[in-house]
């Protein structure tokens, strides 16, 4: 309507004021937003008040070239704020152009299409993260949507910003050709209808042309400065001014030698004196209260260790020592510095650790004793460590106000370089305040909690033999006597005891296998209890029952890829197979031994390097002798035997062929 319908002065007035506001408000939005996608229909509101502006662009030109008054808000600028000078008008509107269009507008722009380009690469990024938080059970469900859905989000906001950008653009050359066209206009309308000496026409039109330019650069500016603003912010956990604020306030020294510099600056001959000295007084008091603050929280620190102590040494009842002597089964121990992850809301340490011990119970069928976690002054700052029994399993570090970026590309972000404990990725703790920097560079940025969790997985997965306690076994039998009585009926007492079970479970969680499924485990044992109790050939008995679960573990697109043993070799080491008290044992000579071990790297190297994960195969007889041969020696490379590898529908691929030499031959 702005556009066709005539508008009266009053009118325009108001319509110039709320787009002035609307403009301001807008600005003020932006600041306050912690994150860029908390004000995600900014670039429809950019496209909407740019619209808005143009049309009363329209309407007030209408009002300048035919009554030669726009109303009382462009009679200010063009008098009030310019002094009703022409020149001072001109030089005050096109500094704004200037900064609007070549500093702005220019580098939103760019800095729009460089956060296009990079989010749509982080992408994938992004989503293999969320994947693996969701299957190492540090998010739920519900959590994988959510997240899944701000990464969708935000490719979608950057992709549209990166579009909105140009009607800024266009705006600012807009708003210069409609000026142009209105002093042009204004002086054809008051030389030739209305008869005025051009000179006077040019002092009316212009100021009013002046005025009108004005009110639609002014509110362009801060429309320009937001969408700059927005497109420049990283996602964080404050808003900007509380951001820049404690960055600014971290270094009192930085803050100290600039007060110094201005006050040095005062007593330059010719220097005002006044407001370099306020100035610089200024920056010295304030330098001089963070240091007071960092001393009080210092002295703080100080007297929680010490009470901390002394509450420690005031603990000797004899329930409270008996209760420090006990060893749990599990223990997260944080340095003072961390305890600030174990924060009582819905996504800290403890939760995370609850959501854990879930998965891994669904996953292997065992049930995760409590993790005890406690903070002790004995570790250096920023280190946790994960004990099984006692005994330390796992050491890392988790930086305070840091984040762990994975990637190819970090060398330009500030931070420690580090290693991943977990995978042995190189990385890098960065700033928090980095993230989304990191990110636009297609690294994988990981939080403190979710790498300490992670750690804690594959230590607990790891030793999962170790925790499975009897007390542990005896609750999953009653769990199966309630399901299929006969089954635990038949089996114990009568073939095996509970400790005998137990060591067969442990043996299970040694190769990572899966005892979710007891009855089958059961039913197998039954079996072979009848004729041998042989603990190897009832562990052997129950992976072969559960054939089809150990295969899938190794699968890549239904595809088994395989290491076979040489027919000879297999053959010989048969031959020399006995049984021992740890188990049985293939009695080859030091050099055959070396020779078969140096031939199953090599084969497993080969494939490691087209990207495969491959399985030794062997006889069934020979399993059991053949991991505990090559485990140590190849980074506990799976070993399956020929009846588990046959027992599901897959397709069997052969990778490597190992080798050695014969004695008799070399």
Request: with cysteine; glycine share 8%.
């Amino acid at each position: 309507m702005l556009l066709v319908v005539p508008v009266p002065s009053w009118l325009l007035d108001l319509l110039i004021t709320v787009n002035i506001m609307f403009a301001l408000v807008i600005l003020l939005t932006t600041m306050f937003a912690r994150r860029p996608l908390d004000f995600s229909v900014f670039p429809s509101l950019l496209l909407i008040a740019t619209l808005f502006r143009l049309g009363l662009n329209v309407a007030s030109t209408r009002l300048v070239l035919g009554q030669g008054y726009a109303g009382e808000v462009i009679h200010a600028f063009g008098q009030v704020a310019v002094g009703g000078s022409l020149i001072i008008g001109a030089v005050i509107f096109l500094i704004l152009v200037v900064i609007q269009f070549v500093v702005v507008t220019k580098g939103a722009e760019r800095v729009a299409e460089v956060g296009a380009r990079f989010t749509l690469d982080a992408m994938p990024g992004k989503q293999m993260a969320i994947d693996a938080d969701l299957n190492s059970g540090l998010i739920t469900e519900d959590d994988a949507r959510r997240r899944r859905a701000d990464v969708a989000a935000e490719a979608d906001f950057y992709g549209a910003m990166d579009g909105a950008s140009k009607f800024v653009k266009g705006d600012a050359i807009a708003g210069i050709v409609i000026v142009i066209i209105n002093i042009v206009g204004g002086i054809g309308m008051g030389v030739l209808m209305h008869g005025q000496q051009i000179t006077d026409a040019l002092n009316t039109y212009t100021l009013l042309t002046i005025g009108d330019g004005l009110t639609a650069q002014i509110p362009a500016l801060l429309m320009a400065v937001s969408t700059g603003m927005i497109v420049t912010r990283s996602n964080s956990e404050s808003e900007l001014g509380e951001t820049a604020g404690q960055q600014l306030a971290q270094s009192r020294t930085a803050l100290m030698i600039a007060g110094i510099a201005a006050c040095a600056m005062a007593l330059i001959p010719g220097m005002p004196l006044i407001p370099f000295l306020l100035v610089g007084v200024t920056l010295i008091v304030v330098s001089r209260r963070l240091s007071r603050a960092e001393r009080r929280k210092a002295a703080a620190a100080a007297l929680a260790v010490t009470a901390t102590g002394e509450a420690a040494a005031a603990s000797d009842t004899p329930e409270e020592l008996m209760e420090q002597m006990r060893v749990h089964a599990l223990e997260v121990l944080l340095s003072a510095d961390l305890v600030d992850l174990v924060s009582g809301v819905s996504d800290d340490l403890l939760a995370r650790v609850k959501s854990l011990r879930r998965r891994i119970a669904l996953e292997y069928g065992v049930v995760v004793p409590p993790v005890r976690t406690r903070d002790s002054v004995d570790l250096p700052p920023s280190t946790y460590v994960l004990r099984v029994a006692g005994v330390e399993m796992g050491r890392g570090i988790a930086p305070v106000g840091k984040v762990l970026a994975i990637g190819d590309q970090l060398d330009a972000l500030p931070g420690t370089p580090t290693i991943e404990p977990v995978f042995g990725l190189a990385g890098k703790w960065i700033p928090a305040e980095m993230r989304h920097s990191a990110e636009i560079t297609g690294a994988t940025v990981i939080d403190r909690g979710s790498v300490l969790v992670t750690h804690l997985s594959n230590v607990i997965t790891s030793n999962a033999a170790r925790l499975l306690s009897r007390e542990d076994v005896r609750v999953l039998t009653e769990g199966v006597k309630r399901v299929s009585p006969a089954v635990v009926e038949e089996l114990i007492p009568n073939l095996l005891t509970l400790a005998e079970v137990h060591r067969v479970l442990q043996g299970l969680l040694q190769e990572r296998v899966p005892i979710n499924d007891l009855p089958r485990i059961y039913e197998a044992l039954t079996l072979r209890a009848r004729a041998s109790t042989d603990p190897e050939g009832l562990v052997e008995a129950a992976r072969a029952a559960l054939g089809p679960v150990v295969v899938s573990a190794h699968l890549e697109d239904r595809t088994l890829r395989v290491i076979m043993i040489d027919p000879v070799l297999e053959q010989s080491m048969l031959e020399q197979l006995r049984p021992s008290e740890i188990g049985s044992q293939v009695l080859l000579d030091p050099q055959r031994i070396g020779q078969v071990v140096d031939s199953l790297r090599a084969a497993v190297a080969q494939a490691e390097a087209r990207g495969w994960a491959p399985v030794l195969v062997c006889a069934p007889a020979l399993r059991s002798a053949v991991r505990r041969l090559v485990a140590p020696q190849t980074d506990g490379l799976p070993v399956l035997s020929y009846q588990e590898v046959t027992s599901s529908d897959v397709t069997i691929e052969t990778v490597g062929v190992v080798r050695a030499l014969d004695p008799i031959s070399a």
